[in-house]
């Protein structure tokens, strides 16, 4: 995704200079965003906090650096996936049935929605519970090839992927900080204090 590697820089392409943005005319149609753009702009704005990685041990890094920043043990996370749990057994998370009296929720998503920033989820990732029953804090772990520009092209991309067993409990997950006053749109979400760990794939 060359919007990251631009935001945040590739170990090889710090030498290189920035193309200069030309000014363009107020009657000139509306540029349309790159994906991987117009999601960091949308996540950003609905307060969630993502981490660009190059590589796993980037990941592993980072997790740590969330973990200390917190003052959160591996006590305090629930991983319900044996998989994502072995990505991070240098940490000795276990997976778990259940996250009761756990402060932090470790999981991967579907997709990255870039239209409106948000994280769609299904029972793949989260089995049967619902939002409001998991750990107020999330760590999610993605890849850039997850990012997609719509909702519609999620749903289409677990119905093609799943097929004959389509998961269930698909959800989204857009708001990423605790409000003290909702407006009429985010009435009835769930908000969660999210981390996103990015890593690059593509």
């Not at 003052?71 to 749990?85: F, G, K, R, S, Y």
């Not at 890849?143 to 989204?172: A, F, R, V, Y």
């Not at 908000?191 to 996103?196: G, I």
Request: glycine letters at 6%.
């Amino acid at each position: 995704m060359n919007f990251f590697r631009r935001l945040f820089g590739s170990k090889e392409n710090k030498n290189k200079e920035t193309p200069v943005a030309t000014e363009r005319g107020k009657f000139m149609p509306e540029v349309q965003l790159p994906t991987d753009e117009k999601f960091t702009i949308n996540f950003k704005k609905n307060g969630g906090k993502f981490l660009y990685c190059d590589s796993k041990e980037e990941v592993l890094e980072a997790f740590r650096n969330i973990l200390n920043e917190n003052a959160w043990t591996p006590n305090d996370v629930c991983c319900i996936d044996d998989n994502l749990a072995s990505v991070f057994r240098n940490f000795q998370i276990g997976s778990r049935t259940h996250c009761y009296n756990t402060n932090l929720f470790l999981t991967r998503c579907e997709n990255l929605v870039a239209d409106n920033g948000s994280i769609l989820i299904s029972s793949n990732q989260i089995k049967e519970s619902k939002l409001h029953d998991l750990p107020d804090n999330f760590i999610v772990f993605a890849t850039t090839s997850q990012l997609i520009d719509n909702l519609g092209e999620g749903l289409h991309g677990i119905k093609s992927k799943n097929k004959g067993h389509i998961p269930t409990n698909i959800t989204t997950i857009k708001h990423f900080s605790n409000q003290e006053e909702k407006d009429f749109l985010s009435y009835g979400s769930t908000s969660k204090n999210l981390y996103l760990l990015l890593l690059e794939d593509l």
